[in-house]
């Protein structure tokens, strides 16, 4: 009998072989001008290739369409593969507002601003430069269980035929353990699911990251067509071969030191397969749900006696926040997605419950779920509000984002997203789909008040220091 847990598909083990194999190449001290890693907010962050380097002849950093823009503008390597407003503010300073990324079309918060001048530019593209967030633009599918029946749009553009959706650019970065692509799934294929031998489903991944490239120059770029299936597929091929985490932090020092096994490096080896680890039983393999998805610095979990220096403090607090998001246990209620799936009103679990891929902190296998990140309680004021009504009962919502409810125009999928992989999170703040936690501390906060955790500030410190070296 096969070991599955030994196995991994042919193809996932080449190209994690690959990338290991270059390993060696960047052992260099981050402050010694390794090209591939970067400083962030706490430490040092760090793609792992092949080759060693980031190719940057690959059509991923080159414009298709008409405005100048490449999937650079929105994904850059120093900030996790996503974009940060810090690095856009800059971006806009230097320019005047004219750098690519500043397009009417998506990077506006509305496609009619104005633009004319650096004053109206700076007002016009508000939305990225607070807060980094993209106008994706979606029409209420035809087939809807609810109408569109009042719009608050403080920039006065979204209606039915097109709400303004604010999100943020998800790193193009780990993909190879993406069970959902984009925030709503929208650019999946087909529901990934795992190969006869307990693998990555790598044929429907290329397809959907394929699609999803497409569409993004179609759209993102404003090219008049695709470019062709050979540019698309090295687009993937690179993007699919990116691996991303924190190496090294401020405080904690190098993260794979001690037997702790944080950076890329270590990533490469991680073991997956669609839906490992299953939250409700649901492993291809049989294996039962273990709450300690986060193994990577259980080393470090050191009683107070040796941790009398700041480095050692540091690494402590890291394998205690380790502890918490595995088996710190609260009640998840009112999670559409989770609760009324399974038909438990509350369910005991932790962080772990949902970022449940082993070190890698997504969901295992696709869970689109509503955390309440998009309700109107939360809502800003720079948000567009949008009010549903549901057509057979009447019942009415009031949300900032459908979510998937826009793909499926199903009610109760209203508010429904993706957990994101949490791998080099430090470097790619503000967090949640609109960008509404501007640091750690908030994400960590919003969890407390939303499931009514009451976490000591201690607590709070230990996550948060646990998610930043991740
Ligand atoms: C104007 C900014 C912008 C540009 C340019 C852009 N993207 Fe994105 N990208 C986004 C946003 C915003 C999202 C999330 C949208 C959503 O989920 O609704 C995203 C999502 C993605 C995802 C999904 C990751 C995941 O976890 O599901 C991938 C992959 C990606 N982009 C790759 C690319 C590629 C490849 C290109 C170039 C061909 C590109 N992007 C160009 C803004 C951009
Ligand atoms: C009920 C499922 C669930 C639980 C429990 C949960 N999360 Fe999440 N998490 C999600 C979803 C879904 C998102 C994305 C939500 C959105 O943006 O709308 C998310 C997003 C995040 C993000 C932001 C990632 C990014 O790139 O923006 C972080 C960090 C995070 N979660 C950490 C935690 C921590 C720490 C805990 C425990 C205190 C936790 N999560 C508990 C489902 C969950």
Redesign the pocket.
Known sequence: MFDHRTLRTAALTALLLAAAGAAHAQQADPSRGNPLATPDASGWLQTSTPSGRIDHDNPFFQGFGSNGRSCDSCHRQAQGW?VTPQELRQRFARTNGMDPVFALVDGAVSPLADVSSVAARRSAYAMLLNRGLVRVGMPIPANAEFRLTRVDDPYGYASAHELSLFR?P??ATNLIWLTAVM?DGRETFTPFRPPMDAGIDLQNLRSSLASQARDAILGHEQAASAPSDAIIDRIVEFELHLVTAQMDDNAAGRLNEGDAMGGPNILTQQRFWIGINDTLGGDPTGDAFDEKTMRLFDSWDMPAQFTRDRRGRARAAIARGEK??NT?K?N?TG?A??NDVTGLPS?R???????NAPNI?N?SAA????????DASRRTPDMPLYTLTNIATGKRVQTT?P?LAMLTGKWADI????????RG?AA?A????????AT?HD??DF??TR?H?R?SAQQKSD?VA??SAL
């Open positions: 996503t943020r998800l790193p925030w918490l998001f710190m609260f998840i999670v997605g989770l369910i679990g932790s962080c772990s419950s949902c970022h902190g969901h869970l689109p779920v509503n955390i309440g990140i998009s984002d979510g508010g429904k997203f993706k957990g994101p992989i949490l999170v790619r503000p967090y949640f789909h609109n960008g509404s936690a750690l994400v960590v969890y407390d499931f955790i976490m996550l646990f998610l």
